[in-house]
């Protein structure tokens, strides 16, 4: 570093002379407004924070790089999908979901798992979670859902009544409340967790066929969790202990790293499927669609600076590349607005020349001109408009989707599957968690909805019993209820028991 740049100086590099003491009229006297660094410092210092992200606030993030190992391009045309062996850089974020930027990496919540692709086409995102579910499957429901997570109008307190209130009057919750409850809810560190698109995407070949799929991003360190009681004790030893530990472990060569595993499914195939394939609500059982291993993502760099990179990183499941597109699920659709439409809020219209946001391997070429914070040459003396023959860029005819049929006439539809929410959970508690899961999910709502009020208890209590009836009397007795009126509650006939246990 050269003896100039070792200087002190203001934001506009003018040098400074003395940074302890104000310019004061007197040794005594107040302090004089020509003291033009103190403004310019304090003026800075007042605007240093930027609206805190409404869900996902507090996050940790690394760079690294992605590999392909398999070939996929009888699916997809993605340029960084191309060839085994390609490489391509990564930045990811990952976080809790309903704490304010302070808040403790131990709560129970689920976590978001973002990855932005620098690729030679320009940026992909993917913006998934550690659950391969969701809560709800219209977005017309998202700001309420969210309330109920966050604090009380009126005390500003989390509270156990509006939480599960709107739960227990959400039945199609059930699946991601059980695997949020279940110690998948409090995973031990970043590196132990997986990552899932949870929402159905769409991946199109170079001859146009498309496919539907998912995406799952296992954690090569193996699945670990916290229990109810070690999350407490971890909230309160350390509120940061996951965001410390990727950093450490980035730091002392220890680079975590997940394999991409899809599942494929044919566009005809989905038609008929026994689940509708675009409720996020539910998962493909992998004994209908194994995932294939695709690709291996590695981080291996951490931030420089934080705020720079991973406060800034702005992901948007809107940012595609070509040979990736998007299904009709009604919540991915939703958050193609909402995401964009929060970085311009927090970030601005031009949050994609932030050098973690930009497209680094593909540099833009458009004709979005102006705004704040336009911090490149703006298109320099460039036409800035379409169509010109001044030989401004031009839209690139492989670059567009091919086209995809839809039907039906417009009203606010409901999906039409069979009422099939219990289904899935009910398997997850028979068929895959062992006797210690079960045990630990039960005393983990058990502790938690002991907090509401009895009518909400005995509601949620019986949704869990559709699911599973020995689930659902186990909750009820750890919370006192009377087994039986959950049973009328739940006000299931033989029939559609045994309907929900054959699927
Ligand atoms: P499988 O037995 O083939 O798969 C079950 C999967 O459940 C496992 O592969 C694992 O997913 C995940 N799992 C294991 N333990 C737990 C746990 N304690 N909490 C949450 N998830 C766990 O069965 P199916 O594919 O038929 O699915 C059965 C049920 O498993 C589903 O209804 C769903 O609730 C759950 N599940 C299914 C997933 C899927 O994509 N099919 C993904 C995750 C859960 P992983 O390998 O991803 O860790």
């Not at 978001?112 to 320009?122: L, N």
């Not at 209130?165 to 059980?178: G, I, N």
Request: charged share 25%.
């Amino acid at each position: 570093m050269s003896e100039k740049k070792k200087k002190m100086t203001n934001a506009f590099g003018a040098p400074i002379g003395d940074d302890q003491n104000s310019l004061t009229a007197g040794k005594r006297g107040p302090v004089l407004m020509q003291d033009v660094h103190v403004l310019e410092k304090l003026g800075h210092f007042d605007r240093e924070r930027i609206p805190e992200r409404v869900v996902h606030a507090k996050g940790a993030g690394a760079g690294g790089y992605f590999e392909v190992t398999a070939d996929v391009t009888k699916y997809t045309k993605a340029n960084f999908l191309s060839e085994v062996g390609k490489r391509t850089e990564v930045f990811a974020r990952f976080s809790t979901v309903g704490g304010e930027k302070g808040s403790a990496d131990a709560e129970r919540d689920p976590r978001g798992f973002a990855v932005k692709f620098y690729t030679e086409e320009g940026n992909y995102d993917f913006v998934g979670n550690n659950t391969p579910v969701f809560f709800i499957r219209d977005p017309l429901k998202f700001p309420d859902f969210i309330h109920t997570q966050k604090r009380h109008p009126a005390t500003n307190c989390k509270d156990a009544d509006m939480f599960w209130d709107f739960l227990s009057l959400t039945p199609e919750s059930t699946h991601q409340v059980k695997i949020l409850f279940s110690d998948r809810g409090t995973p031990a560190t970043y590196r132990n967790m997986n990552g899932y698109s949870s929402h159905t995407y769409k991946w199109y070949n170079e001859g146009g066929e498309a496919f539907w799929v998912k995406y799952h991003f296992k954690t090569d360190q193996g699945i670990k969790n916290l229990t109810r009681q070690e999350a407490a004790e971890m909230r309160a030893k350390d509120p940061d202990h996951a965001t410390r530990d990727l950093y450490d472990a980035i730091e002392r060569g220890d680079y975590p790293s997940w394999t991409l595993e899809m599942q494929i499914m044919s566009v005809e195939a989905a038609e008929k499927y026994r689940f509708d394939v675009f409720d996020v609500t539910k998962v493909w059982p992998h004994g209908d669609y194994p995932p294939m291993k695709v690709g291996k993502l590695v981080l291996n760099r951490n931030p420089e600076n934080y705020f720079a990179e991973v406060e800034q990183a702005a992901f948007a499941p809107s940012t595609l590349v070509p040979g990736i597109s998007l299904s009709p699920d009604k919540m991915l659709q939703a958050r193609l607005f909402s995401y964009h439409d929060t970085h311009i809020h927090r970030l601005g219209p031009n949050y994609h020349l932030i050098p973690v946001n930009s497209p680094k391997n593909a540099p833009e070429t458009s004709y979005q001109r102006d705004g704040f914070m336009r911090t490149d040459a703006n298109g320099g003396g460039g036409p800035n408009y379409w169509p010109n023959s001044f030989g401004g860029p031009a839209p690139d005819i492989a670059a567009k989707e091919p086209p995809f049929e839809v039907a039906g006439g417009a009203d606010r539809h409901p999906y039409t599957h069979p009422n099939d929410d219990f289904v899935q959970p009910g398997n997850l508690y028979r068929d895959v968690m062992t006797d210690e899961d079960r045990a630990h999910l039960v005393g983990n709502i058990v502790d938690h909805l002991s907090g509401a009020q009895k009518r909400i208890q005995l509601r949620q209590a019986a949704l869990f019993y559709k699911a599973d009836e020995e689930y659902g009397s186990r909750v009820a007795e750890g919370l006192g209820l009377d087994v039986s009126e959950v049973e009328n509650l739940a006000g299931m006939t033989k029939e559609e028991r045994e309907w929900a246990t054959s699927q």
